[in-house]
């Protein structure tokens, strides 16, 4: 059947007009009659040499009755119509899926138009593009600007460019490296091996081939995961240390540095009896150690000390005299004195001293050999050294470009600048830890404060957390729950693996197609509206126990997409095995990556089976859940997902599992990334602060503790606390790059202080007064919003917003100190920090300011409503000729707003508080409330899915 064009609804309409001027009623002729009509028209066409003029068609239309056009334009609609359904019926499930993915609800209308065997997998692309400075290998979707080639994770567009790592490198590793057999034959001839096995066997072993010949050590408390894909993961801090002994003493075995002062053979025996060098090959070993003590300039500066030694003990028993002391100094030789200290020999890097009785040593404080009786000593973090004395096989020829740890450093200047951190806004730490000082009958030591500027540290999850609820109360509960997780076996990890490599090898990779593909799913969700129209969004990015890293995305979306029936529900999640001959793309992706276990019953090692005693152990994320026959909404839970008892199973690790084990997902976007991405209803949860406090609920971390730091100082080191209680797994060190927090809003924090009472900034030595002279003309939040409220110009539009409402109308200029209208930008909301009622003006200024528009000075906010001459002394009386303190009112909304993201126990220590230092009307109905408040449920896990 031929489609029908334009030529052919004009021979249609013209047949209609003859009918209808005949007194003949018109109807509309079926589509294949259009069909032979047209044929005809086309072969009168092909004989007539004269075509149908267009003046002839305008008079048609002139001459045509008012009747005969609405007849006519009604035929012509039912027309288009008719051909738009014969179009639609001739179009294949991909062109419909193309046209449907051009439309909000994508999720949704995927499932609901049968074409979920249309959604294409989301691929990044290739790793092609070449930075044009450097030559760094990237995906396109990396660049950051227009102009092709610029990219900014590599030399930072040509302002850091960087000499190969392979300049002066030892040809023998680099082969070893490159797993270039030719060229290691070539390199190392004379060995009868074979070198494609001896190039497995050595990076397999890697990190013992590097512990035997490192002259230091790597010291962290490794964390056991158990069985799995192996992962090095630490707890705690890390400590590199260094032997400063050239011989051990009596009795003890030699170790690190003390190994290259003995033969060859000697040190190679002793590798091979320690029992994490059993897999090593002797012949590999015997080359690298002869390649150390050839090339690395430790290897010399330590051979050259052994040498001194001989000499100077040889020297003196000829003449019948003490030998001297002799000591190994680093990074002294260019700079010693040769005339002033005895120094027999000098290198690049190191000077051998020999000290008589009245020789002396330079001014030191760097790593200093002696010949025996020296314990291991700690290694700076910052040493130039650190890196090619514990990593020889990285560094053979000592030379180390860039040595800096960047979290290390930032938490070393938060510990040396606690005088210049805002400390008095830690009012309500102070107070607990005198409180418990007092309970233990001690007194406060020394604070350490960890502040929110630090990424990642527990008071940035705090604040992230509050600035999540500040959405909340703005747009309302999160609609979904989104929890995406990296997949390490995408084709764009694993093509570009070298040989004999495994993800795990390569967390740069794994990391940089994550964030590529989780920028796409943002832009799904946000500007293809997948799940409809978004109002609000937040997502954090954590790591998984073995270290890939995870999303978790609460999504807002607006009331008219909103899930109102277990039929919406069913459209967009899944909580079961899709059939395997309609969807096998499905069916494969679901079986690999949304199968909890098996666990319960069937294995009861599983990690998540937790319990008191053995028989008692359960599964913390409720599997297996019950077999449900149709879908409904959940009561302050997640909605409760159809899971048939159809017979389907599957068989993983030995064990039959069917879909009560499934994990709930969206068929599209299962489809469109291959990962585990599990999709929540969340829109009936009534403790929505549960899921923003589990998404920012911060890095993997030990149980912290206060410290007594003994004679009855009670310490408070949050520093110490966070590097030693904090897991790290590799994926973490280069995440560091990227976003692992953002917000459809920025939410800014609007400070309140009493009047003069601001926070001042000054450096140690710099001159108070001028200080305090500039802290006077320098304006906070605060004072600049009393000011653009009498501004002559601005100040009759700004009057109409709280303050707390001011940033989704205005912009704060930080260097200038003032607000300006907003002129667009991303979405603001504003967000006022919270206060301690134990700071009675400061918590009655807060009140005012939640009532009080378009105050233009403190005198407004302290002004008698009954008698604007009457001005109050404190903002306590304030309120109470405001109202606000008549009744418990305030409290209630005083609670409301705490209860949207404190806990239970915050919330029962806050009605203590209130009865203390407020005085409430009705203690016993305010205390109704608060349980009222406190009777949710206190775990509500995003993995409570149905």
Partial sequence: MRRVGVHDLTSILRILATNTQNGQPSKVTPIDSFDQEASENEEQSETDSEPVPIK?????????????????????????????????????????????????YLARTAVENHLLNEVEFFDVGDLEARCKHCDALFFKAEHIRKTKGEFDQCCNMGNNCISSPFIDFPPKLQSLYERNCHSLANNWQGLEVDFSDLIKNFHRNTRQYNSMFAFGSMKAKQEDLGPGPYCYKIHGAIYHTVNLAMRPDGGEKPSYAQLF??????????????????????DLMMEIDQLMRDVNPYCEALNMMHEVEAQEYAKAQNFGIDPPQIR???????????????????????????????????????????????????????????????????????????????????????????????????????????????EQGIRVGKMIILPSSFKGSPRCCQQGYQDSMAMVRKYGKPDYFVTFTCNANWPEITDNLKEGQTPIDRPDLVCRVFNLKLRELINDIKRKNIFGKVLAYTYVVEYQKRGLPHAHILVVVAPEANIRTAEDIDNVVWARIPDQEEHPKLYEIVTSHMVHGPCGSLNSNSPCMEGVKPGSLKCNKKYPMDFIEETR??????????????????????????????????????????????????????????????????????????????????????????????????????????????????????????????????????????????????????????????????GLEAKKYYYYEFPEKYTWLTGQRKWKPREGGKPTIGRMYTVSLKQEELAMLRLLLLNIKGAESWEDLLRDPHDSYLIHETFKKAALTHGLLED???????????????????????????????????????????????????????????
């Fill in 56 to 104: 002839r068609r305008r008079s048609l239309k002139r001459s045509t009755p008012l009747t005969f056009r609405h007849a006519r334009d009604k035929t012509r609609a039912q027309v288009q119509k008719d051909v738009q359904k014969h179009r639609e019926r001739n179009m294949t499930d991909k062109d419909r899926f193309k046209k449907i993915a051009k439309k909000s």
């Fill in 261 to 282: 002062f003995i033969d060859t053979q000697e040190a190679l025996d002793f590798h091979k009896d320690l029992d994490p060098n059993k897999e090593c090959e002797d």
């Fill in 328 to 438: 190994l100094l680093f990074d002294v030789g260019a700079n010693a004195n040769l005339r002033r200290y005895n120094i027999p020999r000098t290198s690049e890097i190191a000077a051998v001293f020999a000290l008589n009785s009245n020789d002396e040593l330079p001014m030191y404080e760097g790593i200093a050999i002696h010949p025996v009786g020296r314990k291991l000593r700690l290694l700076s973090k910052f040493d130039k050294r650190a890196e090619s004395m514990i990593y020889p096989l990285y560094f053979p020829t000592g030379k180390v470009d860039g040595y800096v740890k960047v979290e290390q450093d930032r938490l070393d200047y938060d510990r040396k600048n606690q005088k210049e951190l805002k400390c008095d806004n830690y009012q309500a730490l102070m107070d607990y830890l005198h409180d418990t000082a007092d």
């Fill in 633 to 794: 909404m959940g009561e302050d839970s997640f909605a409760f997902y159809k899971r048939p008892d159809d017979g389907k199973k599957i068989t993983k690790n030995g064990c039959e599992l069917d879909n009560r084990y499934i994990v709930p997902y969206s068929p599209y976007l299962s489809l469109k990334y291959n990962a585990h991405i599990n999709v929540e209803i969340c829109a009936s949860v009534k403790s929505v602060k549960y899921l923003y406090k589990y998404v920012y609920k911060g890095h993997d971390a030990a149980k912290m503790v206060i410290a007594n730091g003994g004679e009855n100082v009670l310490i408070h080191d949050e520093i110490k606390n966070f590097v030693e209680m904090r897991y790290v797994a590799p994926h973490e060190s280069i995440l560091m790059k990227y976003d692992l927090d953002d917000k459809s809003h920025h939410v800014e924090r609007l400070d309140i202080h009493l009047p003069d009472q601001q926070n001042v900034y000054y450096k140690p030595g710099e001159n108070i007064r001028r200080v305090l002279g500039n802290a006077t003309n320098r304006d906070t939040k605060l004072t600049a919003w009393f000011k653009i409220n009498k501004d002559p110009v601005f």
């Fill in 888 to 946: 418990d009112n305030e409290w209630e909304k005083y609670f409301l707003e705490m209860s949207s993201f404190q806990m239970p126990k915050q919330l029962r220590s806050l009605f203590v508080t209130i009865l203390y230092y407020c005085t409430p009307i009705n203690a016993k109905t305010l205390w109704t409330k608060v349980q009222e408040r406190n009777e949710q449920r206190l775990s509500l896990r995003p993995c409570m899915s149905r």
